[in-house]
């Protein structure tokens, strides 16, 4: 992880120690295993934790990025521009929410920005992490992507049901 | 796998026989590893294969269920009903396509309903044997997870970018 990736946030060093605290805000999936302490505690030394002063921009839109945040505690802004190049907000997350995992995932440019609205603290996880997740920790890395699918499943779900009022029958 | 999941629709056995075919329609993530063959034979006996005749229901907006279909070839169309209870098409997909990944990972009922336009065969996977793909091989558990992820991703943003235009500033 480089020690530059946030030059203007307070680097807290790797995730180990946040283990409980990120058990706590990560939710729960009736369906399938949770995370446990001892899984965070694996997961700890493959992300690197930050905290955000208020306006702090965490990521910025059309920019390339290969990282994912997830939020610790805070609030963030989420805002994209529209066709008109018109800034429109388009969620405010707290604690517990996946940002930036699209381009980590797919390698396109940021589809929206995300802001600290306060204080925000939040774990990295990049690429090249999770890759060595899957190939040392293939059964924690599934617990991860399980956990964003739902996410992105839940997110896609809100989504859709929106735009389907607008579409022609 | 139960023999009466889909009674009305040729039964084409375990996907061991579909792994090159799956392999050629899964498509390219040029930033994880892909699939290989020796990967989908092993996924083979963990899904069911189908064939639905023109106008097959496979996937039923409002209902519970909990698989996930990919589909190796074949048109499905993808409607959902807007609030006015109008049904409207919001996809027509393709072989290498997944449907109902949603609500197999997060067990709400269906979002939307998938019909085959023609003859469509696809493969079947189901929340347990996901359950045990994650278990007994965790790093190709990974590789599909992944792709979902990759998947959705997709689908966000495509969904994402049409909401945001209808958006109040």
Redesign the interface.
């Known amino acids: 992880m480089s020690e530059t990736m946030f030059p203007d946030f307070e680097n807290l060093g790797n995730a180990v120690g946040y283990a409980e605290k990120i058990r706590q805000v990560v939710g729960h999936?009736?369906?399938?295993d949770d995370f446990t302490v001892e899984d965070l505690k694996h997961l700890g030394p493959y992300m690197h934790v930050y905290r955000a002063p208020p306006h702090g921009r965490i990521i910025v839109e059309g920019e390339r990025g290969d990282f994912m945040a997830f939020t610790i505690d805070g609030l963030v802004d989420v805002t994209?521009k529209?066709?008109w190049d018109?800034?429109?907000r388009?969620a405010v997350v707290q604690a517990g929410a996946a940002l930036g995992?699209?381009s980590m995932?797919?390698?396109?440019a940021r589809?929206?920005s995300c802001a600290a609205i306060e204080a925000t603290t939040f774990a990295v996880l990049t690429?090249v992490k999770l890759?060595e997740l899957?190939?040392n920790e293939?059964?924690l890395?599934?617990k991860i992507?399980?956990k964003?699918?739902?996410m992105?499943?839940?997110?896609?779900?809100q989504?859709?049901?929106?735009?389907?009022?607008?579409?022609?029958?």
């Open positions: 999936n009736a369906l399938f994209k529209d066709r018109v800034v429109k388009i995992e699209m995932i797919d390698g396109e589809f929206a690429r890759q899957i190939t293939p059964r890395a599934s992507l399980m964003l699918v739902y992105l499943s839940q997110r896609l779900r989504t859709s049901a929106k735009l389907v009022n607008y579409l022609e029958k």
